[in-house]
């Protein structure tokens, strides 16, 4: 592999893009060390999943643009790029990746408000008289 793969992943509002190259297993997002910018650690080890899955963990430096959406959204979003680009970078990592669950994009977002309703499920204070 002589030039780096990039991948999109997406969760809720968060997009991230993804580079992986060769290297010694640095993980860097939004030019900070990924255990800074994650503070939580199973928001860490979200980001670990698809390199210890197809056991390439410490053979790839990972470079990571996140915006928008919260810390966990970026985080689900960081692990579904870094397993596209992991795909890339050798297809038969699929079986691995799929059988794992992190080629699948998460689904859901968020519901919108109801007329009438103070959020998209709460309503105001019913009284009968």
């Given amino acids: 592999m002589e ?4 991948a999109v992943g997406r969760r809720k509002e968060a997009v991230t893009r993804v580079f992986l190259s060769k290297g010694d297993g640095k993980i860097t997002i939004n030019d900070k060390n990924y255990k800074e910018y994650f503070p939580l ?3 860490q080890n979200q980001v670990e999943v698809p390199l210890k899955t197809t056991e390439v963990f410490g053979k790839f430096d990972v470079i990571v ?10 985080a689900e979003a960081t692990k579904l790029g870094i397993a596209r680009a992991l795909l890339e970078v050798n297809p038969d990592f699929r079986p691995a990746l799929k059988a794992a669950g992190l080629l699948k994009r998460d689904p859901r977002g968020v519901e919108r408000k109801k007329f009438g309703h103070k959020k998209a499920r709460k309503s105001f204070q019913f009284s009968k008289r």
């Avoid at 030039?3 to 990039?6: G, I, L, R």
């Avoid at 643009?65 to 970026?74: C, D, P, S, T, Y």
């Fill in 65 to 74: 643009n996140a915006q928008g959406g919260g810390l966990k959204g970026q």
């Fill in 41 to 43: 650690v199973y928001l």
């Fill in 3 to 6: 030039k780096q793969k990039n």
